[in-house]
């Protein structure tokens, strides 16, 4: 199959099947097993995917070495024309992501559109960047000796992203493989393969070869046998992880096992800081929106609010109203769900109190907005990302004990301070130990432009941008002794 513009990677039945995408065709599994696609939301299946066996995932990787030989040698102009075409055609087919976001992970139609929008900054902002790739001419002891330093591809690499923010994140790692100059293995998520597809779909219309761009997905069951199938491949030289701090885990161990590095970004328990200078009307609904948007499904939700003694008599009723005012929207799944239930009803049972709602179900697949007061550790709600519309509030008799309550936990993604004071917040943010901070915004703040990963169990490596694409470059050091030596510069 050639990159027709018109070509689809899903085969359009009721419900649609989704294939793999192997060398520039929607091809069967090895095995032909299928699995259902949810709506959570609606309770219904949406679509049905083919699940890869280890032999599919194998020979998508060996496509992305034959593919890598070639694309390594495009131009860095070449490479960022596809990629600002490929958002050009994001934008033309907006109504279609934002639908199929929808239909999968029962997000709503606003979040869907941010999704694409954020997206579609992070690959222009990343087309503009790959020109920036280039090498130095490092000083040398003695007059006689040249060296210079190349920046060459990593070679093909291994995306793993999921399905909460199913299109920026994904587009986010492949554009910066791509524009490295490397290949790119993608295993979608098994709760949005046909959003997942619709993206290389839309890379494949804008000119991308075939083999350079390889997608699979699989059954639950058969994850840890297809990804240790990929990482342990040795065409794949790289793995970009985003998801879960107990599945990052489990590709850590892979990744040190067959000695391959992994770029990860996992996820949070990300505190909001409420100082006694702060306006904390803004600082209530902004603690609000950072805890709840998106049913409280994004790693850089707020999880923690910590006010100090001195304003809290005045704030609590603020961040109270703000709170029962807010439709957090629904769950991706109703696992996910359930376990963001449990953790509230654990704390309950174990004295945690009820501040606004309540470990209560408003939908098939929706909580209700909840603030605890009272955790402590040996609640899961303590140290655990929740990943539901539920947020815990801490008083801090003065700065410092804000600032120990916010480092402890393993998680160290984002933070956010709300003051009046610059000076005071820049101190503050200098002992935090995560690895963004944003002042008097949302903990769930980000842009294109800024280098963006964690610390701690949050992981490590930073993405986006020039920063990015740096993590699927490696260098080469060249040396010329030319002393006693014939040297010629000519082809």
Same mark, same amino acid.
């Given at each position: ?58 020979? $998508? ?5 034959? $593919? ?13 024309? /596809? ?48 020109? &920036? ?13 040249? $060296?210079?330093? !190349? ?8 995306? *793993? ?13 492949? +554009? ?5 100059? +490397? ?15 619709? !993206? ?36 794949? %030289? ?77 704030? /609590? ?9 807010? $439709? ?20 309950? &049972? ?12 408003? =939908? ?11 955790? @402590?550790?040996?609640?899961?709600? #303590? ?21 120990? *309550?916010?480092?402890? @936990?393993?998680? =160290? ?25 944003? /002042? ?9 432009? #800024? ?5 701690? =169990? ?27 030596? %014939? /040297?010629?510069?000519? =082809?």
């Amino acid at each position: 199959m050639t990159n027709d513009p018109g070509v689809s990677l899903i085969k359009e039945t009721i419900p649609p099947i989704v294939l793999l995408w192997i060398n520039g065709e929607a091809v069967k599994s090895s095995s032909e097993v299928t699995f259902e696609v949810h709506s959570a939301k609606r309770d219904e299946i949406v679509s049905v995917a083919q699940s890869a066996t280890p032999s599919d995932a194998a020979h $998508a990787a060996d496509v992305s070495l034959e $593919a890598f030989a070639l694309w390594r040698q495009t131009s860095a102009n070449h490479r960022r024309e /596809i990629i600002l075409k490929a958002a050009d055609i994001f934008e033309s087919r907006r109504s279609e992501l934002v639908a199929a976001q929808v239909e999968e992970t029962s997000c709503e139609a606003a979040w869907a559109g941010f999704n694409l929008s954020y997206g579609l900054d992070n690959m222009r902002e990343i087309a503009s960047q790959v020109t &920036s790739v280039f090498g130095e001419i490092p000083s040398a002891a003695s007059s006689s000796n040249l $060296a210079m330093v !190349l920046k060459e591809p990593v070679g093909p690499s291994l995306l *793993i992203s999921p399905w909460n923010a199913a299109v920026v994140l994904s587009l986010r790692g492949i +554009c910066c493989m791509l524009a490295a100059g +490397c290949t790119c293995v993608f295993k979608a998520s098994e709760q949005c393969p046909r959003t997942h597809h619709l !993206l290389a779909e839309v890379l494949t219309q804008a000119g991308l070869p075939s083999g350079v761009l390889n997608v699979i997905q699989c059954r639950r069951e058969d994850a840890s046998a297809v990804t240790e199938e990929l990482i342990s491949h040795d065409a794949i %030289k790289k793995v970009e992880f985003i998801g879960s701090a107990a599945v990052g885990k489990i590709i850590g161990q892979f990744g040190g096992k067959y000695l391959k590095p992994v770029l990860m970004e996992l996820g949070g328990k990300c505190p909001a800081l409420v100082l006694d200078d702060a306006n904390l009307k803004d600082a209530a609904e902004k603690c609000v929106r950072g805890a709840f948007m998106h049913h409280g499904q994004i790693c850089f939700s707020t999880e923690r609010i910590i006010v100090l003694k001195s304003v809290a008599d005045e704030f /609590i009723p603020l961040l109270k109203k703000a709170a029962t005012a807010f $439709a957090p929207g629904s769950g991706g799944s109703r696992a996910v769900v359930d376990k963001a239930h449990a953790s509230l009803v654990e704390a309950q &049972s174990m004295g945690a109190e009820v501040l606004v709602g309540g470990p209560r179900y408003a =939908g098939p697949a929706e909580l209700v907005p909840t603030i605890m007061t009272g955790v @402590t550790k040996g609640m899961k709600l #303590f140290d655990q990302e929740t990943f539901g519309p539920s947020t815990s509030l801490y008083i801090a008799e003065n700065e410092d004990e804000a600032i120990a *309550i916010a480092n402890d @936990t393993p998680y =160290g993604l984002n933070a956010s301070i709300h003051t009046t004071n610059m000076w005071r917040a820049l101190n503050v943010a200098k002992r935090l130990e995560v690895g963004q901070v944003h /002042i008097n915004s949302l903990t769930t703040y980000n842009e294109a432009t #800024f280098p963006i990963g964690g610390t701690k =169990g949050s992981g490590w490596g930073r993405n986006n941008s020039r920063f990015g694409i740096d993590e699927f470059i490696q260098k080469k050091t060249i040396s010329f002794n030319m002393v006693g030596t %014939k /040297i010629s510069f000519g =082809g």
